[in-house]
């Protein structure tokens, strides 16, 4: 057996998420693990985290165990004449043998988009949150500059009964001229992410932009741990999962 480590990306608009869920619905892991015995791979997946349903994944990893001698290189082409047009293998390599896809991850890394401008793109309505009001952008840089450190986040996930704190390693803000107008892109790199805690974050920095509340808010957020003092999660149609960093040790068989 080999173990291998594949990057995919995927438009979440049509998933129910990217864990596999009860029979019916339609999830990431659900289709890859599908087609995997037919290139010879036990049929499991393991991904570096979750993705809710409609949220999208440009370098997303999963491991899984290769039986066959199909040469590493082959395997994205072999897997995407398979898989979905929605769900497609973008690199795949061998790695040790005890990698773990989730558990070796050093960090990991979110982007959130949003579309400013006067009327809704119907391009990018699956793809980017669309605001048509001005936002006060200094507010948000001022109120990004509380969340990189190691807090609680509690106060900015949803249905999560794991311990809160964990370490935010970069939170940063920048504006871009995208394909459809000028758009706002979060950045969000930390070592590991509460359920609907990047969401969260969004959605509240959106709120200091809009002076519905002050920056300072963030650090009370913080402090407190309580979900109803932060704004609504903004929607998953934004957020696309980046990618992820392992130790250079794993990435080598042995």
Known sequence: MR????????????????????????????????VLPGIGALPKAVAAGRTDAGVHALAMPFHFDLGSRIPTEKIPQALNRLLPEDLKVVAAREVAPDFH??????????LYRIL?????????????????????????????SFLPGRHN?????????????????????????????????FYFRGQSFLRGQVRGMVGTLLEVGLGKRSPESIRLILQTQDR????????????YFLEAAYPPEKLSPR
């Open 3 to 34: 173990r291998i480590l594949i990057l995919t990306e995927y438009d979440g608009t049509h998933f129910a998420g990217l864990q596999r869920q009860r029979t019916g619905l339609r999830t990431v892991q659900g289709e890859l693990e599908r």
């Open 101 to 110: 896809a989730r558990k070796d991850a050093l960090w990991r890394a979110y």
């Open 116 to 144: 400013l401008r006067s009327h809704p793109s119907p391009l990018l309505r699956h793809r980017a949150l669309w605001l048509r009001h001005p936002l006060d952008l200094a507010a948000i840089r001022e109120a990004l």
């Open 153 to 185: 986040f509690l106060g900015f996930a949803k249905e999560e009964v794991r311990a809160g704190e964990r370490e935010l390693y970069e939170a940063r803000m920048e504006e871009v001229e995208g394909e459809a107008g000028r758009e706002l892109r």
């Open 228 to 239: 109803g003092q932060a704004g609504p999660s903004a929607p998953p149609q934004g957020l």
